[in-house]
């Protein structure tokens, strides 16, 4: 597994790293890894955005699943059957968010185990492939004033802002709920204390770390907020043609 891990996702983005130092010698560490963040969100795009249209749906389809949840509220299996008839015609996989967020957890690792125990900014050869050259300097100084390889609380805390702003736009357009069941009643109010909840859990994280780790997240961030509104604004032409 680690061979497999090192293949796939740690050489390929050790490699990655060290050419845009070396394509771009005047750009520092935190630049570099703004750019490898937009490279990795524009390949993981055609998930991302099905995420935020199923995000779109969802809140559209919301009425319905109210309808359904009051329906059934005492049979719990009609419930599941009547849901999943509803994501299927209205082609909703409510997991592709998930999806998009695993899959970009091997990376922060990688960026983790890349700034904090591989030695950086000396560059390990051996990692290297044979087209890769080894660039003159590597600054790790993000803008002059931040390294990225240490702790730094002001990224961590526009980390967690734009974290914050994401889940507020994700979940915007959510229809209000009527009284329900104590069950649904409880799952809508731990979907809200979440959205104040995971930025602090944001901020913690990325400060523990490194300011590597939280200027993945903060960049990751704005780019998802960016897409969201661009697919958003989509949808509402669509809708008005």
Do not use: C
């Amino acid at each position: 597994m680690s061979s497999l891990y090192h293949a796939v996702i740690f050489n390929p983005l050790y490699n990655l790293l060290i050419a845009l130092f070396t394509v771009l010698p005047w750009a520092d560490a935190g630049v570099v890894v703004i750019i490898l963040t937009i490279i990795v969100r524009l390949i993981l795009y055609p998930l991302s955005k099905k995420a935020v249209m199923t995000q779109v749906r969802m809140q559209e389809i919301n009425p319905r699943i109210k309808e359904i949840n009051q329906k059934y509220k005492d049979d719990a299996e009609e419930k599941a059957k009547a849901t999943l008839a509803l994501y299927k015609e209205t082609g909703v996989n409510p997991f592709s968010g998930v999806l998009v967020l695993i899959i970009q957890l091997p990376i922060i690792w990688a960026l983790y185990r890349i700034f904090l125990q591989s030695g950086f900014p000396n560059v390990n050869t051996e990692l290297l492939y044979g087209f890769i050259h080894v660039p003159s300097h590597i600054n790790t100084l993000f803008l002059g004033l931040i390294d990225i390889t240490q702790k730094s609380a002001l990224l961590a805390l526009l980390a967690a802002i734009t974290t914050f702003l994401q889940l507020k736009l994700a979940t915007k357009s959510s229809a209000p709920s009527a009284k329900g069941s104590f069950g649904e009643d409880l799952a809508e109010s731990m979907q809200k204390q979440m959205k104040y909840l995971f930025p602090i859990l944001v901020f913690f994280i990325s400060y523990k770390i490194s300011g590597v780790i939280a200027l993945y997240w903060l960049t990751s961030n704005v780019f998802t907020i960016g897409q969201e509104l661009v697919v958003r604004r989509k949808i509402e032409k669509l809708k008005t043609a």
